[in-house]
């Protein structure tokens, strides 16, 4: 909707006269001049709303009416998903490789030897 709204005090009485409406569930005022004033609820009847802030304000429009509909819950991104499973089932327990080395040594020369 649009109110004229020149000062502080006057979108004050709009937000109070559209909350005491019957259904509204938020109000909120938009625009770069602060003069749209958006209305969300159940069941509400605009031309009431409209005629309400024309008694209080002085002049009122309604630009337009549109049902909201629920977002849809958002999904996970593929990627995430995809790194969770590539380590699901954690891998199986391996235990730490254990190196063998060889000892080697020279052959040791006796004294003793035979011709």
């Known amino acids: 909707m649009k109110v004229t709204m020149n000062c502080q005090k006057c979108r004050a009485e709009a937000m109070k ?36 802030l024309k008694k209080k304000l002085g002049h009122s429009v309604i630009l337009t009416v549109e049902e909201v509909k629920p977002k849809p819950p958002e999904k996970k991104p593929e990627e995430i998903i995809k790194a969770l499973y590539e380590y699901w089932p954690p891998p199986p327990y391996r235990p730490c490789p254990i190196y063998c080395s060889e000892i080697y040594s020279e052959p040791q020369q006796s004294n003793c030897s035979l011709m």
């Open 17 to 52: 006269v559209a909350a005491k409406t019957d259904g509204v569930t938020s109000v909120a005022i938009e625009g770069p001049d602060k003069d749209k004033m958006v209305v969300v609820g159940d069941d509400i009847d605009t031309a009431s709303l409209s005629l309400a």
